[in-house]
């Protein structure tokens, strides 16, 4: 991914509050190991990837550092969503030694868990080349990292879907039952909100008919059988967009693009997290 093609960052000032979240509950009043190293002592580390990852989180690691040395000299070999080799080294810093230690765990926490939801991003993004299905996210994010989490899914290739419950509507089952059944669901819904995308998940074919008379913006077909699947792209020839969601898995993934369904949505993009396994190591000056 060139530079030109770099998904938007969330706003700075979303970055800074996720970095004071992490300091207050690792730094709490101050860092007491690190008292033990002479307060102008300077220092170089070097980062190095030991996992075969696609970058993602420069911005909250560079955070990290300058909000303890705002001087702090950071020298990035890779971009956000870069693919980087097992090995590589991909950054060099250089500063105050003591803000380099206290600053360490917190930036590489937010590096580790970005990178790896690129790069599982990516992984799913690759299983569905050439089909013309685009992989989603869902809002099952690690609390108070949503924003982070959808701009490392964007990093490795991703779509977001609904950022949370205010920005689009997405009409389920308990909504259905409380409001008497979709066409009164969606109803009330462009009533309510009419600048809102509405979305339908269905659980039968009859509801998909249903959802398709009704007019809405995107349907979701949940835990839908291949067989189902088919009749239900053949039965919406085009008309509306249709979603596949429920344990969507990397072995079956590929099979379920090619039946021609518009999106699925994935919630191990961001739930189910594997590190990405860093090291920064220091050098005294």
């Known amino acids: 991914m060139s530079h030109a093609d770099h998904p938007t960052l969330p706003d700075p000032a979303v970055i800074a509050a996720d970095v004071e ?16 190293l002479p307060e102008q002592a300077t220092a170089t580390a070097v980062l190095t990837c030991r996992d075969h990852a696609v970058l993602c989180g ?24 870069e693919a980087v080799e097992a090995g590589a080294a991909i950054c060099e810093l250089s500063g105050r030694a003591r803000a380099l230690v206290s600053a360490e765990r917190s930036a590489l ?57 205010y920005d689009a509507i997405l009409i389920k089952e308990n909504h259905i039952i409380a409001a008497g059944g979709i066409e009164a669901a969606v109803r009330r819904a462009r009533q309510a909100h009419a600048d809102l995308p509405v979305e339908v998940e269905v ?64 919630g191990a993009l961001t739930k189910h997290v594997h590190a990405v396994d860093l090291s920064l190591r220091l050098r005294l000056d």
């Open 21 to 36: 979240r992490a300091f207050a509950e690792d730094l709490g009043k101050g860092d007491a190991t690190a008292d033990l």
């Open 203 to 266: 659980e039968t074919l009859a509801q998909l008919a249903t959802a398709l008379e009704a007019g809405v913006d995107r349907i979701m077909l949940d835990n839908f059988t291949r067989e189902a699947t088919i009749t239900a792209v053949a039965q919406a020839a085009g008309r509306t967009p249709l979603e596949v969601s429920g344990n969507v898995g990397l072995d079956s993934i590929a099979a379920l693009a090619s039946l021609g369904v518009d999106y699925i949505s994935v």
């Open 109 to 165: 926490n937010f590096l580790q868990l970005l990178s790896a939801t690129a790069t599982v991003t990516a992984r799913f993004v690759a299983a569905v080349d050439g089909t013309g299905t685009r992989i989603l996210d869902t809002r099952k994010t690690i609390p108070g990292l949503r924003r982070a989490q959808k701009y490392a899914v964007r990093c490795g290739g991703g779509s977001n879907h609904r950022m949370g419950l």
């Open 58 to 81: 420069t911005a909250w690691f560079d955070t990290c550092f300058r909000r303890l040395d705002p001087d702090v000299a950071i020298a990035w070999r890779a971009v956000d969503g």
